[in-house]
Each structure stands twice: as structure tokens, then as C-alpha cells.
């Protein structure tokens, strides 16, 4: 089976996310593909390897561009329009220069944010330290049969073969917890 990819393809984000989408629409056949990335290259998350992956694969990074609008025609992707973007002291601000880049197929790769208030709000409360879950070594949390891991836990990184890991951990203990007699 294959996975259908646009000719020109935009991925948004500086990360190894974004990375991935842009090699891999590469490698699926598209003609151009572009990363735009809101800061400069020594801010982006991506190391330095896998950007300069991306590059051997003729992935294009462009810095210093932030989207403003998908431009659509026939109810199909026809572009993206961006902004250029500055520093002005320790703060990211947009300079007004607007660009447009021609896309049938636009990539949103900017990460995710963990917002802990929406796990608390059903009354049962979800021990944090330092704004992340708190969990013990086997990933159970402070509510029973409750497991977490990745990077919403306290000393979590961001990295996929540390949360496929922590996941294996849990699924070991929810196991145990099962065959335990029902205790968990």
C-alpha cells in the first residue's frame, strides 16, 4: 500500500517531528519539500544529524518564518502564506514581510503542550511535581490503576524510545496488577 503525498509539501516546526514528516514525504515522492521554522537553526529542537539527514534527502529548511494563513483553491491546498520573523530583545515578533509558498499538502508539526489542570477537573485529584505527573518506578500514578509515562511525567523527556520504554514498564505492571488477585 502506498501513502498519497502532495508534490510540493510544507511541514511546519523545528523538531524531530517535522524532520520525520519532510524526509518521509520525500521519500514517498515529492518533488519539493520545505521546512519553515519560526526561529533560527540553533534554536530548532532537531539535531544537527537529523537536519542535516533532511537535507541529504533534498528537504529545504527555511528559518526565521512563521504561518499566518493556508491558502486553498477548489477546496484543495494551493499554498501557504508566512511571515518572517525576528527577535526584538528576548521575545519573537513578526516583521510584517509576508511570503507565500506554493503547497498542495501543508504539515503541522509544532509539538504539543501539556496543560495538567484538565486531568484534575473531575474531582479526583492527580499528584504533580514540578508541573508533570508524579509516578513511581513501575509508572503508576497517585490514582489507583492510574499509569503514566512520556514526557507529561516528572523527569520525562521528549524522546519516543524513552516513552515506548516507560510504556513497556507499565504495561508490565498493569499486568502484574491484574494477575495479582485483582489488587492494583
Given at each position: 500500500?502506498?501513502?498519497?503525498?502532495?508534490?510540493?509539501?510544507?511541514?511546519?516546526?523545528?523538531?524531530?517531528?517535522?524532520?520525520?514528516?519532510?524526509?518521509?514525504?520525500?521519500l514517498l515522492g515529492a518533488?519539493?519539500?520545505?521546512?519553515?521554522?519560526?526561529?533560527?537553526?540553533?534554536?530548532?529542537?532537531?539535531?544537527?544529524?537529523?537536519?542535516?539527514?533532511?537535507?541529504?534527502?533534498?528537504?529545504?529548511i527555511r528559518h526565521w518564518?512563521?504561518?499566518?494563513?493556508?491558502?486553498?483553491?477548489?477546496?484543495?491546498?494551493?499554498?501557504?502564506?508566512?511571515?518572517?520573523?525576528?527577535?526584538?530583545?528576548?521575545?519573537?515578533?513578526?516583521t510584517g514581510e509576508r511570503?507565500?509558498?506554493?503547497?498542495?499538502?501543508?504539515?503541522?508539526?509544532?509539538?504539543?503542550?501539556?496543560?495538567?489542570?484538565?486531568?484534575?477537573?473531575?474531582?479526583?485529584?492527580?499528584?504533580?511535581?514540578?508541573?508533570?505527573?508524579?509516578?513511581?518506578?513501575?509508572?503508576?500514578?497517585?490514582?489507583?490503576?492510574?499509569?503514566?509515562?512520556?514526557?507529561?511525567?516528572?523527569?520525562?523527556?521528549?524522546?519516543?524510545?524513552?516513552?515506548?520504554?516507560?510504556?513497556?514498564?507499565?504495561?508490565?505492571?498493569?499486568?502484574?496488577?491484574?494477575?495479582?488477585?485483582?489488587?492494583?
Amino acid at each position: 500500500a502506498s501513502l498519497p503525498v502532495g508534490r510540493r509539501v510544507v511541514v511546519i516546526g523545528g523538531g524531530m517531528t517535522a524532520i520525520d514528516a519532510a524526509v518521509q514525504s520525500k521519500l514517498l515522492g515529492a518533488e519539493e519539500v520545505t521546512i519553515c521554522y519560526r526561529r533560527g537553526q540553533e534554536h530548532m529542537n532537531a539535531s544537527e544529524f537529523e537536519q542535516d539527514l533532511a537535507a541529504a534527502n533534498g528537504v529545504t529548511i527555511r528559518h526565521w518564518l512563521q504561518p499566518k494563513r493556508v491558502i486553498a483553491a477548489g477546496g484543495k491546498v494551493s499554498g501557504i502564506e508566512l511571515e518572517y520573523t525576528a527577535m526584538d530583545g528576548d521575545k519573537l515578533v513578526g516583521t510584517g514581510e509576508r511570503l507565500t509558498l506554493v503547497a498542495d499538502q501543508v504539515f503541522k508539526a509544532i509539538g504539543q503542550s501539556f496543560v495538567p489542570a484538565a486531568l484534575n477537573g473531575s474531582g479526583a485529584l492527580l499528584a504533580l511535581e514540578g508541573g508533570r505527573i508524579k509516578v513511581d518506578v513501575e509508572g503508576r500514578t497517585s490514582l489507583p490503576n492510574v499509569w503514566a509515562g512520556g514526557d507529561c511525567i516528572f523527569g520525562g523527556d521528549d524522546l519516543t524510545v524513552s516513552a515506548v520504554a516507560q510504556g513497556r514498564d507499565a504495561a508490565e505492571s498493569i499486568h502484574r496488577a491484574l494477575t495479582s488477585n485483582g489488587r492494583a
